[in-house]
């Protein structure tokens, strides 16, 4: 059999697992294992013989079983690329070679699926712009003074209400639904009533005191918390003035300081409304086309995440099924990631979205004058290769949402 001249079948095993059975032509393999027999040949040192002098039949006694798999596998894999090349199959992972009988062998391979008839209809809620009101840049104000504020020690008898604000020690501990630990802390110091925390955990103190118990049911964790109150001092805010905002830069007054806390409020709240836009087309996106991916690729993914979170030195003293529960949670993100990413580079290709020179410019402008570095100096941290594809590929993300949220959203 010819397999460089197509004489082959590319079966399906999944949507995108396949496999190929090959044949070994017999005058290619031999011509192959006779020039690397002339190769050893001449390398050889072989006791009894002088360097490279030793007979053919003494060189095929020693290595023509070795060569012949070595041959088979270079022809296998020059058919292999012809035939991925004539079907243009792009190939991911590792392929796996099964020895059938004699000569005869079975490559199966995985690819990333194909996207066809995409759908993006995309219906999300509706997301609404918190509105940076008086009392909202008074409370960021508040939250901002608190960071130079000072402690004032209270007695043991005084309960927390709702008014004040307090620096609290507890020591504490977080149990999963079947009862079994999942973190501790001794010690443990939070700032109540700051806007800090959870409003539903800041309330499991109110009327309390020193060394009173508390227990709160987090519901998105499914855990509970419990503890004690080990002590609490009340926080004593600063007088907002002239003097009180150098702290946080060179205002000239009080006004200049409330129109820069407004100005990154508002920077913030379209951050936020962007980001919250986005992460509901993609869930929509990923959801309305469920794509079959290869777990090599998943599997892939997964453990180079899992590496991150070791080099964090998390989950070190994990046990085996926090471990299994853990990769499993890691595949799943990996999988979400990845059909997201297939299905935005098919959308730029579909719609023609590409990035321009002009985004560049437009990306080093913006960013120059938000963090106030030279516009050179920004293009100096996307020079090398790496940050200056990582940035093309954040840059292109950007317009395809910006596309769909324009062309494609709907409201529920």
Do not use: W
Request: hydrophobic fraction near 35%; proline fraction near 3%; aromatic fraction near 8%.
């Amino acid at each position: 059999m010819d397999n460089a001249a197509g004489n082959f079948v590319i079966e399906d095993e999944t949507p995108v697992k396949k496999r190929v059975n090959l044949k070994l032509d017999d005058e290619r393999t031999n011509e192959l294992l006779k020039k690397k027999l002339e190769v050893a040949a001449k390398r050889s040192n072989i006791k009894g013989f002088r360097p490279g002098k030793a007979p053919l039949s003494v060189i095929k006694k020693f290595y023509e079983a070795e060569l012949l798999e070595e041959a088979a596998g270079e022809i296998l894999n020059e058919d292999f690329k012809k035939i991925l090349a004539e079907k243009e199959l792009f190939v991911v992972g590792t392929p796996k070679v099964e020895r059938r009988n004699g000569k005869e062998y079975t490559i199966h391979f995985e690819v990333m699926p194909s996207l066809k008839n995409l759908n993006l209809d995309l219906k999300i809620k509706e997301v609404k712009k918190r509105p940076i009101t008086g009392e909202v840049i008074e409370d960021e104000i508040n939250f901002l003074l608190e960071r130079i504020a000072d402690s004032e020690k209270i007695d043991d008898f005084v309960v927390i209400n709702n008014n004040d604000r307090y620096f609290i020690k507890i020591d504490y501990i977080t149990l999963d639904e079947e009862g079994k630990e999942v973190d501790n802390a001794k010690d443990y110091l939070i700032s109540l009533n700051s806007n800090i925390i959870d409003k539903s955990f800041e309330a499991v103190f109110i009327g309390k005191k020193k060394g009173d118990n508390f227990e709160y049911n987090d519901k998105e964790r499914n855990v509970t918390v419990k503890g004690v109150i080990k002590g609490m001092d009340k926080k004593i805010l600063p007088e907002l003035n002239a003097e009180t905002v150098k702290n946080f830069g060179d205002f000239k007054g009080i006004d200049e300081f409330r129109e820069y806390v407004k100005k990154n409020l508002e920077e913030y709240e379209d951050k936020r409304y962007k980001e919250a836009v986005r992460s509901q087309v993609a869930d929509e996106l990923v959801k309305l086309n469920p794509l079959p991916l290869p777990q090599s690729i998943v599997e892939e993914d997964a453990l180079a995440r899992l590496e991150d979170l070791k080099k964090q030195g998390k989950y070190k003293d994990a046990d085996e099924k926090q471990k299994g529960d853990l990769m499993n949670m890691l595949k799943l993100m990996a999988e979400r990631d990845l059909a997201l990413y297939h299905l935005l580079s098919e959308i730029s290709k579909t719609e023609d979205i590409k990035v321009a020179p002009g985004d560049f410019e437009e990306f080093y402008k913006k960013t120059a004058k938000e963090s106030g570095l030279k516009e050179d100096d920004v293009k100096g941290f996307y020079a090398s290769e790496e940050a200056g594809n990582n940035l093309k590929q954040a840059l292109l993300e950007d317009k395809i949402f910006d596309f769909l949220v324009a062309n494609k959203v709907s409201y529920l």
